[in-house]
Every structure is written in C-alpha cells, then in structure tokens.
C-alpha cells in the first residue's frame, strides 16, 4: 500500500528456524527493509533437544542475521520481562528488519515442565498443582495418533533401513 509508517512483528521459536517457512520469511523480509521487528524466543530446545549447524553458536553470531539485512539486538534473558521491555523500548524507532533474540528457559516457572521439557512441549490440558495429564480417557490402554505412529514407524525403520521419516 506504500504505507511507511506501519510496523510488523513476528515471534518465531529457535525450532522454526530449521524450518523452510521461517527462513523464507526472513529472506524476504530482509530485502524488502520493512520496519518488522522479528522476536526470536530461543530456549535452545525446540521439541526435542536440538541438532544440526542453524542451531546453538551459529544461531547466536550476529552475523548470521546481519548477511540477510536485519539489525541484531541480544540476545536478552527473556524469563526478565523488565529486561526484554527495556530492549523493545530502545529499537522501536529503528528502522528497517530487526532481530531481538531472547534466551528462555522452556517450561519455566512449572517445575515438572522444566524438568520434562519434551514431555510438557504441548501437554494437553494437565492439572497445574501436580502435573498428571487430564486430557486421557480412563483406558490407558487408547493411544494418540503420535504414539501409534511413532510405534509403527519404528517397527517398519527396524525391518526396512531405507524408511526415513521427516517430522
């Protein structure tokens, strides 16, 4: 619309950045010198605990974002609220993409999530105060769509050494 003055912003996880959408998206909106603010909320754990060169040293070189045009800021401890507030209030006049990259700890302030950090990744409802998932029927013995692909396609990768499975 030829509007100058509208800003964006986009929070991705550290897991998103392996990911074709979220490294298309900071492709072009490095060329396009748009005011878009993108957070990214690093917890160094995705899912699972991470793997592969886009992540850990590499992820927090500040020339990785500048060869694609954005303006590096971080990283901050993104469990401080007052710390990632005082960061938002010194770029928010820039312009241009921007990058703020906030370090979290997955699942803080819930101990058993910060114990179990893949386990409460996306829980399902739970009851807070001990943790037990409530969102199961009374027969255990039902297992979710994950679980029984899971166990299928483990069974099938034993047997078969040419089955590849992409999550």
Same mark, same amino acid.
């Given at each position: 619309?030829?509007?100058?003055?509208?800003?964006?912003?986009?929070?991705?996880?550290?897991?998103?950045?392996?990911?074709?959408?979220?490294?298309?998206? %900071?492709?072009?909106?490095?060329?396009?010198?748009?005011?878009? %603010?993108?957070?990214?909320?690093?917890?160094?754990? =995705?899912?699972?605990?991470?793997?592969?060169?886009?992540?850990?040293?590499? %992820?927090?070189?500040?020339?990785? &974002?500048?060869?694609?045009? &954005?303006?590096?800021?971080?990283?901050?401890?993104?469990?401080?609220? %007052?710390?990632?507030?005082?960061?938002?209030? $010194?770029?928010?006049?820039?312009?241009?993409?921007?990058?703020?990259?906030?370090?979290?700890?997955?699942?803080?302030?819930? $101990?058993? =999530?910060?114990?179990?950090?893949?386990?409460?990744?996306?829980?399902?409802? &739970? /009851?807070?105060?001990?943790? $037990?998932? +409530?969102?199961?029927?009374? /027969?255990?013995?039902?297992? +979710?769509?994950? $679980?029984? &692909?899971?166990?299928?396609?483990?069974?099938?990768?034993?047997? /078969?050494?040419?089955?590849?499975?992409?999550?």
């Amino acid at each position: 619309k030829g509007e100058t003055n509208r800003r964006h912003i986009a929070v991705i996880g550290d897991g998103a950045l392996t990911g074709g959408m979220a490294v298309e998206g %900071l492709n072009n909106a490095g060329v396009s010198n748009a005011n878009i %603010l993108v957070v990214l909320n690093d917890n160094g754990i =995705a899912i699972d605990h991470n793997v592969g060169v886009i992540k850990g040293s590499v %992820l927090k070189s500040r020339n990785l &974002f500048h060869a694609i045009n &954005f303006k590096y800021f971080g990283p901050v401890d993104g469990n401080n609220v %007052l710390q990632v507030v005082r960061a938002l209030e $010194e770029i928010r006049e820039l312009k241009g993409p921007k990058l703020l990259h906030v370090m979290t700890t997955k699942g803080k302030g819930f $101990e058993k =999530a910060e114990q179990q950090q893949t386990l409460y990744h996306a829980p399902g409802r &739970f /009851d807070r105060k001990t943790g $037990e998932r +409530t969102d199961r029927k009374k /027969d255990e013995t039902v297992l +979710t769509y994950q $679980e029984v &692909f899971g166990k299928t396609i483990t069974e099938l990768a034993e047997k /078969d050494d040419k089955i590849v499975a992409v999550t």
